[in-house]
């Protein structure tokens, strides 16, 4: 499980960064959308449902109001925990049946 955490630390910083190499805490709808194309290329691979923009957004949205960013000033970003809980949206999405 310690494995699998690091991987996804590593792929959320390697998403914030892009375009911004310093910026390793927050990720904007644009580089979420860009996760997201790669998630629904190995859904296509193996057979699985894709989602559609408008489920990207929706999963941004519900992640942006999810847990601490009540308190938040930065609005319209992901935080790791916010991540976390997009990509368990993800999976309930692809996976239910």
Request: hydrophobic fraction near 40%; proline fraction near 1%.
């Amino acid at each position: 499980m310690d494995q699998l955490h690091s991987d996804l630390i590593e792929v959320f910083e390697m998403y914030c960064s892009l375009g911004d190499p310093m910026n390793t805490q927050y990720l904007s709808l644009q580089k979420f959308m860009r996760l997201m194309e790669s998630v629904n290329d190995i859904a296509a691979q193996k057979q699985q449902m894709c989602l559609t923009n408008t489920d990207i957004e929706l999963v941004f949205s519900k992640a942006t109001n999810y847990g601490d960013n009540q308190h938040q000033t930065i609005q319209d970003l992901l935080n790791f925990g916010q991540f976390m809980f997009a990509v368990e949206l993800v999976a309930m999405k692809i996976y239910a049946y």
